[in-house]
């Protein structure tokens, strides 16, 4: 066996050991190519979306204090929006396309400050069966784009 003279190693374990470096270059070339075109996105399609905006009443008079939730068991999704002067309410993001159950009650809580608390009196007029997705029967069905919803409560 000959001896390279400069390092003091023999040559067949250099040959080795380039022919390993090569050889996992390659396969790590290989693998970086490989997950470069396969992309970074998943398979599933972008779902179509839509945006809300709306009018809450409660026996056609506004209703300007708490919390709308639009939620879909059957889309996984939900959004909630606070109702503003003339009943008006905004979801700030667009939802998934489909049939909703829409709820009106107090908003959560903020922090666990009491004066960040709702107070309870300012919602006593929102009849009870509205708070609960079970109970309401407000639907609303969210097409893609823009969409104006009116939702009547009854006493």
């Keep these: 066996m000959f001896t390279n003279y400069r390092r003091n190693v023999p040559t067949g374990i250099l040959s080795v050991t380039r022919r390993f470096l090569a050889t996992s ?72 396309v489909g049939e909703y159950v829409v709820c009106v009650g107090m908003p959560a809580p903020i922090g666990p400050q009491q004066e960040n608390r709702p107070n309870p009196d300012d919602y006593k007029d929102i009849p009870q069966k509205y708070a609960v997705s079970t109970t309401s029967d407000l639907k609303a069905t969210v097409a893609v784009g823009e969409n104006k919803v009116v939702l009547d409560m009854k006493k």
């Design 25 to 96: 270059m390659f396969w790590t070339v290989l693998f970086s190519a490989v997950i470069a075109s396969s992309g970074c996105s998943d398979s599933t399609p972008e779902k179509e979306t839509g945006t809300v905006t709306g009018v809450m009443t409660l026996d056609g008079k506004p209703v300007t204090k708490g919390e709308v939730r639009f939620s879909s068991d059957t889309l996984g999704a939900g959004a909630t929006a606070m109702l503003g002067e003339g009943g008006t309410f905004t979801i700030d993001t667009p939802i998934p």
